[in-house]
T-cell receptor, first 115, second 112 residues
Framework: AQSVTQLDSQVPVFEEAPVELRCNYS??????LFWYVQYPNQGLQLLLK??????LVESINGFEAEFNKSQTSFHLRKPSVHISDTAEYFC?????????????FGKGTKLSVIP | DVKVTQSSRYLVKRTGEKVFLECVQD?????MFWYRQDPGLGLRLIYF???????EKGDIPEGYSVSREKKERFSLILESASTNQTSMYLC???????????FGPGTRLTVL
């Protein structure tokens, strides 16, 4: 079984400031890791994912996350946020084994970008 | 583009009613999922299906059932709606077990 802890439920940050959204996971097996974003009144969209290879993964809109196996973390960072980044962000984990269908989500972090 | 559609964005029902939530995907995905999303609890998996007529319970299946008669359609059924089933319901689909899940816009269900 897996579990995901997002340490901050809400993160306010000023526009153009850097931000880090923290995610830690627990699992007895190897995992894939994901960050999803949910804009107001919309469904979830995949922001980025770690499956294998380089531990640093990037999205097209400037976010990046680093898989740290020893610390079981997958924190999301952006060096300079925009108003349009205001959304709720969910970290998720899934086992790598065949038949591992289930994504386990964290409780979400609401990012509010202040003008 | 993958498209996952849900039959209603907002739904209001009364306690005891039978409720159907429909989800359709247009990319021939094998796997489909139903989640509920509640503030402070994140997303919790209710049921998923990896093939037509196949289903598996998720973390919170109590009070729900599902139906998948065709590959593109996955229905969530509340046999007798209760107020504690007031929530946002999200449907998702994926091509294979290791693939990305694509989400629909959600149905906000209120049970009075």
């Amino acid at each position: 079984a897996q579990s995901v802890t997002q340490l901050d439920s809400q993160v306010p940050v000023f526009e153009e400031a850097p931000v880090e959204l923290r995610c830690n996971y627990s699992s007895s097996v190897s995992v894939y890791l994901f960050w999803y974003v949910q804009y107001p009144n919309q469904g979830l969209q995949l922001l980025l994912k770690y499956l294998s290879g380089s531990t640093l993964v990037e999205s097209i809109n400037g976010f990046e996350a680093e898989f740290n196996k020893s610390q079981t973390s997958f924190h999301l960072r952006k060096p300079s946020v925009h108003i349009s980044d205001t959304a709720e962000y969910f970290c998720a984990v899934r086992g790598t084994g065949a038949g591992s269908y289930q994504l386990t989500f964290g409780k979400g972090t609401k990012l509010s970008v202040i003008p | 583009d993958v498209k996952v559609t849900q039959s209603s964005r907002y739904l209001v029902k009364r306690t005891g009613e039978k409720v159907f939530l429909e989800c359709v995907q247009d990319m021939d995905h094998e796997n489909m999922f139903w989640y509920r999303q509640d503030p402070g609890l994140g997303l919790r998996l209710i049921y998923f299906s990896y093939d037509v007529k196949m289903k598996e319970k998720g973390d919170i299946p109590e009070g729900y059932s599902v139906s998948r008669e065709k590959k593109e359609r996955f229905s969530l059924i509340l046999e007798s709606a209760s107020t504690n089933q007031t929530s946002m319901y999200l449907c998702a689909s994926s091509l294979g077990w290791g693939a990305e899940q694509f989400f629909g816009p959600g149905t906000r269900l209120t049970v009075l």
